[in-house]
């Protein structure tokens, strides 16, 4: 997806409700395709509404709650991946890369090789702008999955390096070990890569109560469920 689909939808919100949104997410919808989810200030909070490419509001309950919560799971999903710090970890994974090949540290060299092609391999699925949908998330869970793994041999690796510190004056080992750990902490920073799976577990929760608060804040009437659900309470 191009800038100018976002620009052209921050136009849309602008246009109809006379103020620029804050944020839009680009997301798909099996009905009407591409949709942004746009949060627009409303008072002193911020209202929320799902357009599509034309700028015309969804207006199906479900197809917005639906819409919402991939949203949300989609970016809990990339910060579990380390998606969002791809650019960081492999300059630092190439550095240890380059260290323990220097040094002779066959694991060290072997686990963090692994673990750059594992980010470099992730890298085209998070650059630039993303649309939420369930193929992404498919593409990033496999992605992350390699990740996850070469990070256990990583750590591994940094743990053996560790091991063998005397700690005594200059040991060849210790920026070795600083390398290996700094890139740890860089690929962990928005959660543990070897933990995936259940982060994105955990992430439903939240991304349906997400949900919920957007459908309650939405700046167009809402058909569907919703409808029927006040009909039933009167």
């Given at each position: ?53 034309a700028g015309t509001p969804l207006e199906d309950h479900d ?48 686990a963090t090789h692994a673990a750059y092609q594992a980010v ?115």
């Amino acid at each position: 997806m191009e800038l100018f689909a976002i620009e052209a939808a921050a136009a849309h919100i602008e246009e109809r409700f006379g103020r620029p949104p804050t944020a839009v997410v680009p997301a798909r919808d099996l009905r009407s395709g591409v949709v942004f989810v746009c949060a627009v200030p409303n008072g002193d909070a911020l209202g929320w509404v799902v357009i599509d490419e034309a700028g015309t509001p969804l207006e199906d309950h479900d197809a917005i709650r639906q819409t919402v919560e991939l949203t949300a799971i989609c970016e809990a999903a990339e910060e579990s991946a380390s998606a969002l710090s791809v650019d960081e970890a492999m300059p630092a994974l190439a550095d240890a890369w380059r260290m323990a090949g220097e040094l002779g540290e066959a694991e060290a060299e072997l686990a963090t090789h692994a673990a750059y092609q594992a980010v470099e391999a992730l890298q085209p699925l998070v650059t630039g702008i993303r649309v939420a949908d369930p193929t992404y998330l498919d593409q990033l869970a496999a992605a992350a999955g390699l990740v996850g793994d070469r990070f256990d041999l990583l750590k591994e690796a940094a743990g053996q390096v560790s091991a063998r510190l005397t700690g005594q004056g200059v040991d060849p080992l210790e920026p070795l070990a600083q390398s290996l750990w700094g890139a740890i902490r860089i690929l962990s920073r928005d959660g543990a890569p070897d933990r995936f799976r259940e982060a994105v577990e955990l992430a439903m929760g939240p991304a349906a109560a997400f949900a919920d608060d957007v459908v309650a804040q939405y700046l167009v009437p809402v058909t569907g469920d919703i409808a029927i659900e006040t009909e039933d309470a009167t």
